[in-house]
T-cell receptor, first 114, second 112 residues
Framework: AQSVTQPDIHITVSEGASLELRCNYS??????LFWYVQSPGQGLQLLLK??????LVQGIKGFEAEFKRSQSSFNLRKPSVHWSDAAEYFC????????????FGAGTRLAVHP | EAQVTQNPRYLITVTGKKLTVTCSQN?????MSWYRQDPGLGLRQIYY???????DKGDVPEGYKVSRKEKRNFPLILESPSPNQTSLYFC???????????FGNGTRLTVT
C-alpha cells in the first residue's frame, strides 16, 4: 500500500539557517510527489511537485526538493529560512498517478527562531 | 478572486444531530474532494468527485455522505455525527484530475 513518512514531527531552526525536511514514500510505480505548506488557520498551498524528468525541482518561496528513487525520498530544502516560513509542511504522493487521490504524510511543524 | 469557500469555519454540535458543511468553488473545476486532518495522521481523503453526479469513496468514507448536483458545489453531510468525527475538514478542487489542487481554509468541527 502507498504511504508517506515524514520522520520529523517538529523542527526548529534559526532564521537564516538552511533547512531540510525529510520525506520517504512507499509506492510501486513511478510516484507523483508533492510538498504542501499550511500556515496557521489556512488551507494547504502547493510548494512544488515532481512528475518526471529532472529530479531536482524548484518551487515557490525559494524551496526546492530532490527526488531520489534509490532512497524513496523527496526531501524539501531551503538554503536560508525566513521567519515567515514557520508553518506545517506536508509531503504527499499521488496514489492514482495524479492529483486525484493524495496520500499525505503526518506533517512536519517548522518553528523559526529569530 | 479564484477560491474554494467552505462554511462554516467553526462548528460545534452534539452527537446525532445532522449537519452539512458546504464547499463552493468559482473556478469551474471538474474535480472536487474532501479531506479530514487529524494530528499525527496528516490529511486523509473522505470522498471525491470527478464531475457532476460522479462521486467515489476515498480512504475514510464511513459516516459521511456527499453530493455533486452542480459543478461548483460539493457539500459534505454527516447524517449522525459522532465524537470521532471531531476534526479539521478541507475541501479541495482542481480543473482536472492532473491539475493542481486548490484548498479551502478549513472547517473545524467538534462533536460532543
Amino acid at each position: 500500500a502507498q504511504s508517506v513518512t515524514q520522520p520529523d514531527i517538529h523542527i526548529t531552526v534559526s532564521e537564516g539557517a538552511s533547512l531540510e525536511l525529510r520525506c520517504n514514500y512507499s509506492y510501486g510505480a513511478t510516484p507523483y510527489l508533492f510538498w504542501y505548506v499550511q500556515s496557521p488557520g489556512q488551507g494547504l498551498q502547493l510548494l512544488l511537485k515532481y512528475f518526471s524528468g529532472d529530479t531536482l525541482v524548484q518551487g515557490i518561496k525559494g524551496f526546492e526538493a530532490e527526488f531520489k528513487r534509490s532512497q524513496s525520498s523527496f526531501n524539501l530544502r531551503k538554503p536560508s529560512v525566513h521567519w515567515s516560513d514557520a508553518a506545517e509542511y506536508f509531503c504527499a504522493v499521488g496514489a492514482s498517478g495524479g492529483y486525484n487521490k493524495l496520500i499525505f504524510g503526518a506533517g512536519t511543524r517548522l518553528a523559526v527562531h529569530p | 478572486e479564484a477560491q474554494v469557500t467552505q462554511n462554516p469555519r467553526y462548528l460545534i454540535t452534539v452527537t446525532g444531530k445532522k449537519l452539512t458543511v458546504t464547499c463552493s468553488q468559482n473556478m469551474n473545476h471538474e474535480y472536487m474532494s474532501w479531506y479530514r486532518q487529524d494530528p499525527g495522521l496528516g490529511l486523509r481523503q473522505i470522498y471525491y468527485s470527478m464531475n457532476v453526479e460522479v462521486t467515489d469513496k476515498g480512504d475514510v468514507p464511513e459516516g459521511y455522505k456527499v453530493s455533486r448536483k452542480e459543478k461548483r458545489n460539493f457539500p459534505l453531510i454527516l447524517e449522525s455525527p459522532s465524537p470521532n468525527q471531531t476534526s479539521l475538514y478541507f475541501c479541495a478542487s482542481s480543473l482536472q484530475s492532473n491539475s493542481p489542487l486548490h484548498f479551502g481554509n478549513g472547517t473545524r468541527l467538534t462533536v460532543t
